[in-house]
């Protein structure tokens, strides 16, 4: 089985978000990280190319992103992944979703994976949806949101956190999964890994390189259009009861229910 | 010039950051008011690697240079002191001598499981007698039928009682009058009769760390266990004391920073006159000194870790690193603990440990007086 990881290099977790105006685009100046959820799918390949279930040729993390995002990949394979391809052109700037996930499919089909895993959202964007987007292209069935995956017969067997409960799904490969942080706890790459990570070997692919044809991507080839940005609404205070005799903050609250019809 | 990490660089400050984040930030406060040391996280440490970061890796080392090292102890300390002096006492002062003058025998049989963490290093230079003025050592060792025979006594030492406690590098007379004294380095390990930890300290802080008296008494080691030449120990202690600043200095800019990430977060959230306290000109000029100084303070310590790993004499650098990072760690929990107001004054706050454990940062590995006299020294004062 050969396992393709999406990973994404987003604002670390501790920058604050911000919509630059003039491009409408996120600002991402600042501190960088391999996006949180991407780990929790590369430590799924992981687990399933060390479970010995299945015979796991390889692990590949491939990303599309600026020159910067090779320090995603770097991290992506100090974690285990054993090489990575990175996608990266002028013309892939300003990709919506739809975009982004056509040229990660055509990257994707270079390589004929099994099985394509990646974070159920980026921490930036938040969208949700690539790996749909990618599976669409690809022609492969797609499973989002999920928290456990069996190595079954030729097949996969998942559990997708749901609304209510757990929806348990089989799988035929190849698949496109999105998976959720509870899925798993990620490692943390040891000092040898991180230092051996540089000779793994590394793909750089411009657009035309992957098959990519330009009119469909970056800002021309997206169907999206960004509008003007404004800061939400400022909510209404909430109303603070000062509880002087409990019994009567009690009678207050229930009253505040009743009035809105919630008990 | 070139001011970025390395993509190794920044993926190790990436690992220890998020490590420190998730594993350790959980229990510090736990490990500190339980004065709990931390053996859980020194395994999970040591899975990583990090517990011999700079050591080649022929000797289970990490294979790391010092730059990387003062990066890991620089993001553990932004977190725990205690954790952070733990593993930084045990690389610089604990491995460090062996690796350093050890034979390759003494190489082989310790390095491997220092690196691997398996057992702690300790270094016993301090007594009650020689704190500053080190090289006055009354603890002697006389040669007798092929073994060193030690009598005693040691102060204030980190890591030498702990269960995982492995070696301590004790500095003693080995001959020689009073005008010319013979110091030499010897290994002892933990476990030979004769050599023992005494109760540990009641500190003002890195309560998780463990510190301890020692005491030797007709405690007889293997001649072999003398390290390098023979009366080389005051030279020797000189250098190891060099590069243990480097480390010293790397815990004081992240103690700083991790202050600052507190009082800034906190800041933002804390309220008063109807807007957050962040938004004060005297909390803001607090926050913008602090960030200036911690960056000044962290590029001379990175200066100093890579003056070293060029192979360059880096012994002003390091004094003058740890000089300004102690003093900083000082001054910024202290500015964090204003900051926080009554609340930095209780302990559900990280910064009211952060404020205990600033202060050891202006003595331990030579006090600040001791850095002055090595500063003024290299300018030919
Ligand atoms: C928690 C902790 C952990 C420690 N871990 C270790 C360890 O692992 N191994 C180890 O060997 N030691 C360790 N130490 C000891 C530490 O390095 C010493 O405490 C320190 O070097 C100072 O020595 P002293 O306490 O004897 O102070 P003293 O030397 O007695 O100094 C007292 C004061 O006099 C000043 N002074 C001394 N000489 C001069 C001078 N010539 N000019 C101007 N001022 C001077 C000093 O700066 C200081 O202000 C540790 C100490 C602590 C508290």
């Known amino acids: 089985m050969k396992i393709c990881v999406l990973v994404k290099e987003v604002p670390d977790a501790a920058v604050e978000k911000r919509i630059d105006h003039s491009t409408g685009r996120m600002d991402r100046s600042g501190e960088k990280n391999l996006n949180p959820f991407d780990t929790h799918a590369i430590e799924a390949a992981m687990q399933i190319k060390e479970g010995g279930a299945v015979p796991v040729e390889e692990v590949v993390a491939v990303t599309m992103g600026p020159e910067s995002a090779v320090r995603a990949l770097h991290k992506a394979v100090s974690l285990g992944a054993d090489r990575s391809v990175h996608l990266s052109d002028e013309a892939l700037a300003g990709s919506d979703v739809v975009a982004t996930g056509y040229a990660l499919s055509k990257t994707l089909e270079r390589e004929s994976p099994d099985l394509v895993l990646l974070g159920q959202q980026s921490d930036d964007g938040e969208c949700y949806t690539i790996g749909a987007v990618v599976a669409e292209y690809l022609g492969m069935p797609s499973l989002t949101q999920v928290i456990k995956i069996d190595v079954e017969e030729g097949k996969l067997r998942c559990e997708r956190q749901a609304e209510y409960g757990y929806d348990t799904v089989s799988v035929q490969l190849p698949a496109v999964i999105s998976v959720g942080d509870a899925i798993n706890e990620p490692r ?76 | 010039m070139d001011f970025d990490l390395s993509d190794d660089h920044a993926l190790i400050q990436r690992t220890v950051r998020d490590f420190a984040r998730g594993e350790i930030a959980p229990v510090a406060e736990e490990l500190d008011r339980t004065k709990s040391f931390p053996y859980e996280i020194v395994r999970k440490l040591a899975g990583l690697q990090l517990m011999g970061i700079p050591f080649p890796e022929e000797y289970g080392g990490g294979g790391g240079d010092t730059l990387a090292y003062v990066l890991a102890v620089e993001e553990l300390t932004r977190i725990d002191s205690s954790v952070a002096i733990t593993l930084c006492a045990h690389t610089s002062l604990g491995t460090q001598p062996i690796w350093l003058f050890g034979s390759e025998e003494q190489k082989r049989e310790w390095l491997p499981r220092l690196c691997a963490g398996e057992v702690l290093g300790a270094f016993g230079l301090t007594e009650p007698e020689a704190g500053s003025d080190a090289g006055n050592t009354k603890t002697r060792a006389r040669l007798e039928d092929g073994q060193w ?31 010319q004294r013979e110091i030499s380095n010897l290994l002892v390990a933990n476990g030979t009769p004769g050599y023992e930890q005494g109760e540990p300290y009641r500190k003002m802080g890195w309560n998780a760390s463990d510190t301890r008296p020692l005491t030797f008494t007709d405690c007889r080691v293997p001649e072999d266990n003398l390290l390098g030449p023979r009366g080389a120990g005051f030279k020797q202690f000189l250098h190891v004391l060099d590069i243990g600043r480097i480390g010293v200095a790397a815990m004081g800019v992240g103690l700083a920073q991790g202050a600052l990430d507190e009082a800034l977060a906190y800041a933002k959230e804390r309220r008063a006159f109807g807007q957050p306290i962040s938004r004060f000109q005297a909390i803001q000029a607090k926050l913008a000194d602090l960030s200036t100084e911690i960056e000044a303070a962290r590029l001379l310590v990175y200066k100093a870790a890579r003056l070293k790993d060029a192979g360059r004499n880096f012994t002003l650098t390091a004094a003058q690193a740890k000089l300004k990072t102690g003093r900083l760690a000082v001054r910024a929990t202290e500015e964090a603990v204003q900051i926080h107001g009554g609340y930095g004054y209780i302990e559900e ?11 050891i940062l202006t003595i331990g590995e030579g006090t600040d007086e001791i850095q002055q006299m090595v500063i003024a020294r290299a300018l030919g004062a």
Do not use: H
């Open chain 1, 188 to 263: 943390y790459p040891s000092l040898k890994a991180i230092m051996g990570a540089k000779k793994k070997p590394l793909d750089a692919l411009a657009a035309s390189d992957a098959g990519v044809e330009a009119s469909r991507v970056g800002l021309d080839g997206s169907m999206v259009e960004c509008g003007d940005f404004t800061d939400p609404p400022q909510k209404e205070p909430g109303q603070i009861i000062e509880d002087e005799d409990t019994a009567e903050t009690v009678e207050k609250v229930v009253a505040w229910l009743e009035e809105r019809k919630l008990i």
């Open chain 2, 149 to 179: 025979v030690i009598d005693g006594a040691k102060q204030f030492i980190t890591n030498a009682g702990t269960d995982i406690s492995g070696v301590v590098t004790i500095t003693a007379v080995t001959g020689g009058d009073n005008g």
């Open chain 2, 349 to 359: 706050y990280p910064v009211c440990r952060f404020y205990r454990d600033a202060k």
